[in-house]
């Protein structure tokens, strides 16, 4: 069982930074893929940006450029450097992560809210 918590998220002005991070605890194996994930109310939920275990990237093209994914697996962590964030920008931001068992399971994060200010 993994338990995953963001912390990071707040309120900034556009043009500005925020550095989210996701920790994993609980009882667990080897955790493959993490991710984060946006959700703005009555939309679906939408990739950000993802990274593998040995340090493999992908960028959502609305944040390329912007935006750095990196982990720790020391730490069993995750995060998100955001720059130059846009009123666009502003939604829920959910971690996401893969469990290595026999079957893999995906866990998510309770959310963190990031608001960006016009």
């Known amino acids: 069982q993994v338990q995953l918590v963001e912390s990071g998220g707040g309120l900034v002005q556009a043009g500005g930074s925020l550095r989210l991070s996701c920790e994993a605890s609980g009882r667990f194996s080897t955790i493959k893929d993490m991710a984060w994930y946006r959700q703005v109310p009555g939309k679906q939920r939408e990739l950000v940006a993802s990274?593998?275990?040995?340090?493999?990237?992908t960028y959502a093209d609305f944040v390329k450029g912007r935006f750095t994914i990196a982990r720790d697996n020391a730490k069993n962590t995750v995060s998100l450097q955001m720059n130059s964030l846009k009123f666009e920008d502003t939604a829920v931001y959910y971690c996401?992560?893969?469990?290595?068992?026999?079957?893999?399971?995906?866990?998510w994060g309770q959310g963190t809210q990031v608001t960006v200010s016009s």
């Open positions: 990274i593998t275990r040995d340090g493999s990237t």
């Open positions: 996401n992560v893969d469990e290595e068992r026999l079957a893999t399971i995906t866990y």
